[in-house]
């Protein structure tokens, strides 16, 4: 099994998003290091972990635009879903697919903290965002409507995209 570890490639340099991120990644390696009779309530609290982490990243994309139904989100929900049926799985005897998830989510982690992610964290410093606070220093910055994409001009109609600049 590949166990993930943090390292300056996973950083963000916003600490909110690094210190749940870290805690992640933790929460990841007490996994992949469980026994089989530890592994479930390892997994139930990398879910819990995660449902609140990717709960907050929401929050933080639905106070500067970014659409609800945006990439980024649903890439959250599809996720946490497949991992609560790995505990659906783990619970029915079939610990090898939990293992199985934990290990495909070492390899999605750093491809998701990069893209995605490290895009909200560029958005969010462009708006002045204040994560104490849910505060928008620079509303004049925010885009005119809903970002619809993942946030990067890849996927943002051009109109918007050249708004956020």
């Given at each position: 099994?590949?166990?993930?570890?943090?390292?300056?490639?996973?950083?963000?340099?916003?600490?909110?998003?690094?210190e749940?991120?870290?805690e992640f990644v933790a929460l990841l390696a007490v996994v992949a290091q469980a026994s089989?009779?530890?592994?479930l309530d390892a997994w139930q609290s990398l879910i819990d972990h995660?449902?609140?982490?990717?709960?907050?990243?929401?929050?933080?994309?639905?106070?500067?635009?970014?659409a609800s139904g945006n990439c980024h989100s649903t890439?959250?929900?599809?996720v946490l879903n497949v991992m609560r049926e790995g505990l659906v799985q783990g619970r029915a005897g079939r610990l090898d697919v939990v293992r199985h998830m934990a290990h495909e989510l070492a390899l999605w982690f750093p491809q998701h903290a990069q893209s995605m992610d490290a895009a909200l964290g560029l958005h969010l410093r462009s708006v002045g965002f204040?994560?104490?606070?849910?505060d928008v220093a620079r509303l004049d910055r925010l885009p005119a409507v809903e970002i619809t994409g993942c946030g990067s001009a890849a996927c943002t109609p051009a109109s918007v995209a050249?708004?956020?600049q």
């Open positions: 099994m590949i166990e993930l570890q943090w390292s300056d490639a996973l950083s963000l340099d916003l600490r909110p998003m690094d749940t991120h870290r089989d009779g530890g592994l995660t449902d609140l982490h990717f709960a907050q990243e929401d929050l933080w994309m639905q106070q500067t635009r970014f890439q959250h929900l599809v204040d994560f104490a606070t849910g050249a708004e956020a």
